[in-house]
């Protein structure tokens, strides 16, 4: 006997075999991580009506937009830039003095928060109810942007004004390393007591400065962090600008925490060249087979070290280094002690880069990287766990 179907039912039957065939289809859409600056429609709200100064330079982007253009599109009363090392537009050398100036695109102020004038005064921050610090940051205790961020959120908390980290990621957001920074040697490469790389965002930092009280008056800072979205500290970023005149590109981060201790040494790590921070090398021991010759670069390095040499060394461009690698240091120091030629000529700026004087006292002992790593884990321990309570992202 034939079976006839009504219209009716052949519609019911053909939806749900298309209901069942497109649940075994894999319909997951990856998700995009968005910076705390694209995300306007969280903080654009709390700065109606407010004036506002801002710690920026070239890597503060709203996608293709300079956060300072995006504020004033979005009619918010911008009164104030604070500049950090290397300027507002990211064109100054290294140590550098950062002028006061007008911006010529938008006429708002500039003031230097980099040299003498670390800390804005008093009477600057009281024409301001709110203070955005968005910069782009590689995640080394040593670069100088976290320094900046302390003495801003110091002056916020003495003045009553609020604070606001617009977070970004860490680049070497998966490695916690290095020795913890002691009392004694502090100083603007080195001003909090965490280790050298210490596995944060600023705006995670941000909260652990005002939580551990880091700062003068820290329990009155009101401060205020926009969090990353769909963000993990291990994940690939490629920052879509460089963070600074010498670190051009991923590898060149990469290698910043290993490498920056050479900037106490004879050895060059490349200023000067197209790939700083990239290269190492000298012109009277050969550390590899690799030549190269820094020049001038205003803007970049205006006077590198062994400027107009040609230097022999090794081109780390393609290299697999990353976290914090003694090893390449630990080599040269031995070169350069075997040919008679002294290697630590500024000790006590590698003594403020690593944050105590014991990791140079145990390169010169003759102790292995291995040896001078197991020194620190107690201490790296404590940190992690002192760190918990400020994390905005899952740890590791």
């Given at each position: 006997?034939?079976?006839?179907?009504?219209t009716?039912t052949?519609?019911?039957?053909?939806?749900?075999?298309?209901?069942s065939?497109?649940?075994?289809?894999?319909?997951?859409?990856?998700?995009t991580m968005?910076v705390?600056?694209?995300?306007?429609?969280?903080y654009?709200?709390?700065?109606?009506n407010k004036?506002?100064?801002?710690?920026?330079?070239?890597?503060?982007?709203?996608?293709?937009?300079?956060?300072?253009?995006?504020?004033l599109?979005?009619?918010?009363?911008v009164?104030?830039?604070?500049?950090?090392e290397?300027?507002f537009?990211?064109?100054?050398d290294a140590?550098?003095h950062?002028?006061?100036?007008?911006?010529?695109?938008t006429?708002?102020?500039?003031?230097?928060?980099?040299g003498k004038?670390?800390?804005?005064?008093?009477?600057?921050?009281?024409?301001l109810?709110?203070?955005?610090f968005?910069?782009?940051?590689?995640?080394v205790?040593?670069?100088?942007?976290?320094?900046?961020?302390?003495?801003?959120m110091?002056?916020?908390?003495?003045?009553?004004?609020?604070?606001?980290v617009?977070?970004r990621?860490?680049p070497?957001?998966s490695?916690?390393?290095?020795p913890?920074?002691?009392?004694?040697?502090?100083?603007?490469v080195?001003?909090?007591?965490?280790?050298?790389l210490h596995?944060m965002?600023?705006?995670?930092?941000?909260?652990?400065i005002?939580?551990?009280g880091?700062?003068?008056?820290?329990?009155?800072?009101n401060?205020?962090?926009?969090?990353n979205?769909?963000?993990?500290?291990d994940m690939?970023?490629?920052?879509?600008?460089?963070?600074?005149?010498?670190?051009?590109n991923?590898?060149?981060?990469?290698?910043?925490?290993?490498?920056?201790?050479?900037?106490?040494?004879?050895?060059?790590?490349g200023?000067?060249?197209?790939?700083?921070?990239?290269?190492?090398?000298?012109?009277?021991i050969?550390?590899?087979?690799f030549?190269?010759?820094?020049?001038?670069?205003?803007?970049?390095?205006?006077?590198?070290?062994?400027?107009?040499?040609?230097?022999?060394?090794?081109?780390?461009?393609?290299?697999?280094?990353q976290?914090?690698?003694?090893?390449?240091?630990?080599?040269?120091?031995?070169?350069f002690?075997?040919?008679g030629?002294?290697?630590?000529?500024r000790p006590d700026?590698?003594d403020?880069?690593?944050?105590?004087?014991?990791?140079r006292?145990?390169?010169?002992q003759?102790?292995t990287?291995?040896?001078?790593?197991?020194a620190?884990q107690?201490?790296?321990?404590?940190?992690?766990?002192?760190?918990?309570?400020?994390?905005?992202?899952?740890?590791?």
């Amino acid at each position: 006997m034939t079976r006839t179907f009504s219209t009716k039912t052949l519609v019911v039957f053909c939806l749900v075999f298309i209901a069942s065939a497109c649940s075994t289809i894999d319909t997951h859409v990856p998700v995009t991580m968005q910076v705390g600056a694209e995300q306007g429609e969280r903080y654009l709200p709390l700065l109606k009506n407010k004036k506002v100064g801002l710690v920026v330079n070239q890597s503060s982007l709203v996608h293709d937009q300079h956060l300072l253009d995006y504020l004033l599109a979005n009619k918010i009363n911008v009164l104030r830039i604070f500049a950090p090392e290397h300027g507002f537009r990211g064109d100054y050398d290294a140590g550098a003095h950062v002028k006061n100036a007008i911006d010529a695109k938008t006429g708002v102020a500039i003031s230097s928060i980099y040299g003498k004038h670390k800390k804005p005064s008093p009477e600057l921050m009281d024409e301001l109810d709110v203070v955005i610090f968005d910069i782009q940051d590689v995640g080394v205790r040593f670069y100088t942007f976290i320094s900046s961020m302390h003495y801003m959120m110091e002056a916020a908390a003495e003045s009553g004004t609020q604070f606001m980290v617009l977070d970004r990621p860490n680049p070497n957001g998966s490695f916690v390393d290095g020795p913890i920074l002691e009392p004694d040697f502090q100083s603007f490469v080195g001003i909090h007591p965490i280790p050298i790389l210490h596995g944060m965002t600023l705006a995670e930092l941000a909260r652990m400065i005002k939580g551990e009280g880091w700062i003068n008056q820290a329990e009155s800072l009101n401060l205020v962090t926009i969090a990353n979205k769909h963000y993990q500290r291990d994940m690939p970023y490629e920052l879509p600008v460089a963070p600074s005149p010498n670190l051009p590109n991923r590898q060149s981060i990469q290698l910043y925490p290993s490498l920056c201790f050479f900037e106490a040494t004879p050895v060059s790590i490349g200023r000067g060249t197209d790939f700083p921070f990239q290269v190492m090398g000298h012109d009277m021991i050969s550390l590899g087979d690799f030549e190269f010759t820094p020049v001038s670069k205003p803007g970049s390095a205006l006077h590198p070290k062994l400027e107009n040499q040609l230097l022999f060394g090794t081109d780390l461009r393609a290299s697999a280094i990353q976290g914090l690698d003694l090893s390449l240091f630990i080599q040269a120091f031995s070169q350069f002690k075997k040919a008679g030629f002294g290697f630590f000529e500024r000790p006590d700026f590698m003594d403020k880069l690593a944050g105590t004087d014991s990791l140079r006292l145990a390169i010169q002992q003759g102790q292995t990287a291995k040896q001078i790593k197991a020194a620190w884990q107690t201490d790296l321990l404590t940190f992690k766990q002192q760190r918990k309570p400020y994390l905005l992202y899952p740890d590791y």
